[in-house]
């Protein structure tokens, strides 16, 4: 799994909100990159709503959210439809993202995983499962004048 202090690897993935970049962010705002194992399933649902539900305070602090899954690009839109996802969800059909960022477990199903990038595309924090809010706003307010 990629480290804090490794740089990011960089992807390009078609998502709900075209195609995205994530070293497009360079310079500009940070990532916070949510690999979730499937879409509408309860766990998955809570988390990505929790993040659409702080989307206001990860933006005041330079945050852009993007989460990642191997499903379908229409099963992603479906999805972000019904819960007004208004953040990219990236269609990494062939896991080789998942797979770069080391989150994928031993059957080949992805390992939630919550990893925050700086604006130079380093990893800054990574946590496993599905974190708070609060310990990613803190982890955030760590990042503060060093990027």
Not at 50 to 65: Q, T
Request: net charge neutral; glycine share 10%; charged share 20%.
């Amino acid at each position: 799994m990629i480290q804090p202090g490794e740089f990011a690897p960089d992807f390009t993935l078609e998502s709900t909100q075209g195609r995205f970049t994530l070293s497009a962010l360079r310079g500009h705002q940070r990532a916070l990159l949510i690999f979730y194992p499937r879409d509408n399933t309860p766990g998955c649902t809570r988390q990505l709503c929790a993040a659409r539900d702080a989307g206001l305070s990860y933006a005041a602090r330079g945050v852009r959210v993007v989460a990642v899954n191997p499903g379908s690009l229409a099963s992603h839109r479906r999805w972000a439809e019904n819960n007004g996802f208004e953040f990219p969800i990236c269609a990494d059909e062939g896991k080789a993202v998942a797979a770069a960022y080391g989150v994928l477990g031993p059957l080949g199903q992805i390992q939630r995983t919550v990893f925050l990038v700086d604006r130079q595309g380093v990893v800054r924090w990574v946590q496993p499962g599905n974190p708070s809010t609060t310990e990613i706003l803190a982890a955030v307010s760590a990042l503060d004048g060093q990027d």
